[in-house]
């Protein structure tokens, strides 16, 4: 595979591609923690019920 080479503060680092999508992966992971983090306790912008319907879903297709 190819390597990734990535520059930092003016070093250049050069990172195995296979690690490099392991760490994509885990900063994904870590901004989305971040985001329920942020939101938790917010009153929600839209209802379940609302996404699903806009899917042409109803939570008995969720249960089926």
């Given at each position: 595979m190819i390597d990734v080479e990535y520059i930092d503060g003016g070093r250049k680092v050069i990172i195995p591609a296979e690690e490099w999508e392991a760490l994509k992966d885990l900063a994904e992971h870590a901004e989305i923690?971040?985001?329920?983090?942020?939101?938790?306790?917010?009153?929600?912008?839209?209802?379940?019920?609302?996404?699903?319907?806009?899917?042409?879903?109803?939570?008995a297709d969720l249960e089926g």
């Amino acid at each position: 595979m190819i390597d990734v080479e990535y520059i930092d503060g003016g070093r250049k680092v050069i990172i195995p591609a296979e690690e490099w999508e392991a760490l994509k992966d885990l900063a994904e992971h870590a901004e989305i923690y971040e985001l329920i983090q942020q939101r938790k306790g917010r009153a929600a912008i839209h209802g379940l019920d609302e996404i699903l319907a806009e899917e042409g879903l109803s939570r008995a297709d969720l249960e089926g």
